[in-house]
């Protein structure tokens, strides 16, 4: 992994870390899979925001945004 990726990756963990408590008082959490070579974040939403109606406004409400500040060059956020 080159440094550039390195550093995306732990900007992306940090601000993970830092929405985690949201998901928590949910009953939900998620776990970074991935991130592309064309910049998108790839997570996996666990527990209760697996199955969540609202769990795509999550994710490009708050989610998307809270990355994006945190890594400006990211492109997106995605579940898989």
């Known amino acids: 992994m080159t440094n550039k990726k ?7 963990l940090v601000a993970l870390d830092q929405l ?3 998901l928590h008082a949910d009953g ?5 899979i991935d991130i592309t070579d064309d910049a998108i974040v ?6 209760s925001c697996s199955d969540c109606s609202m769990s795509q406004m999550t ?3 708050g ?3 809270a990355l994006k ?8 956020v995605v579940a898989v």
């Not at 550093?7 to 992306?12: A, D, G, Q, T």
């Not at 939900?28 to 970074?32: K, P, S």
């Open 6 to 12: 390195e550093e995306l990756r732990s900007k992306v």
């Open 20 to 22: 985690r408590p949201f």
């Open 28 to 32: 939900g959490d998620m776990e970074l």
């Open 42 to 47: 790839q997570v996996r939403l666990l527990g």
């Open 59 to 61: 994710i490009k409400g």
């Open 63 to 65: 989610l998307e945004e």
């Open 69 to 76: 500040m945190a890594a400006p060059e990211l492109k997106g």
